[in-house]
């Protein structure tokens, strides 16, 4: 779904694009994992479904035989492509937040060979390994969901505020207000449900953890007391000099 979102940004046009990536990946994609588990149902009973370990080859061992081994490799590269995906986009906007000032300025930065954001895909990349340490799957899940859906539903938020406090701005894509209106509330039902029926510390670290993200942009970022920028600056100049970046307008054409 990233991959498509990326995709109609990428391609010229993205006010056309985008809307017919989303009309076009939301289906059907919803639509393959409904017939998934339709297909799961089929060969499965609830209580068999429940108690594998992997239903997904649980299934191609039933169905496809010899050829089982197909599953787990479909899955890899599912997996594969799905990361692929948020490479791309998480990276850019971690770039695009650099570049507003949002974030430390050397996560604007460009790689002067290949020219992409190379900074902020390696600050992706390490919040992901921060992610994976508990190693946990359960832990990851609890971790991921509670996260994103914070931020979706914060950023959906900031759509419908400023649908109405910033009446003057262009909008080249524009949604009729209910999609918003629907899409908080069910992030608000996602981040509270979970909290309120099985209580975790893994949610209490994941509101640590984006809390010293705070920390870190008013002090750096923010205020930018002199002595971050003591800090800051000679960091800088050896991440350009290591990784070979510069601001994107000193890029090579």
């Given at each position: 779904?990233?991959?498509?979102?990326?995709?109609?940004?990428?391609?010229?046009?993205?006010?056309?694009?985008?809307p017919l990536a989303i009309i076009i990946g939301i289906p059907l994609v919803t639509g393959c994992y409904i017939l998934m588990n339709v297909s799961y149902f089929t060969v499965m009973t609830a209580t068999e479904l429940l108690q594998s370990q992997a239903v997904a080859v649980t299934f191609g061992d039933r169905v496809l035989y010899p050829a089982s081994w197909i599953v787990p490799l479909f899955v890899a590269f599912s997996t594969i492509g799905a990361a692929n995906g948020s490479c791309f986009t998480a990276g850019r906007l971690v770039f695009v937040a650099g570049r507003e000032g949002h974030m430390l300025?050397?996560?604007?930065?460009?790689s002067v060979k290949r020219l992409t954001p190379a900074p902020a895909i390696m600050f992706h990349s390490m919040i992901a390994i921060i992610y994976i340490i508990p190693g946990d799957i359960n832990s990851l899940v609890n971790y991921f969901s509670f996260a994103a859906w914070l931020f979706y539903g914060l950023t959906i938020t900031g759509l419908i505020v400023m649908r109405f406090t910033r009446k003057e701005l262009k909008r080249p894509i524009k949604v009729p207000i209910f999609i918003p209106i629907l899409v908080t509330l069910l992030s608000v039902f996602l981040v509270l449900a979970p909290i309120i029926s099985a209580p975790a510390w893994e949610y209490l670290y994941c509101v640590l953890f984006m809390l010293s993200g705070l920390v870190f942009y008013f002090l750096f970022v923010h205020y930018k007391f002199g002595w971050a920028q003591k800090i800051s600056k000679p960091l800088t100049m050896h991440l350009q000099m290591l990784m070979e970046v510069v601001p994107p307008e000193e890029a090579p054409e």
């Open positions: 779904m990233d991959g498509l979102v990326w995709l109609s940004l990428w391609v010229p046009a993205p006010p056309r694009n985008l300025k050397v996560l604007s930065y460009i």
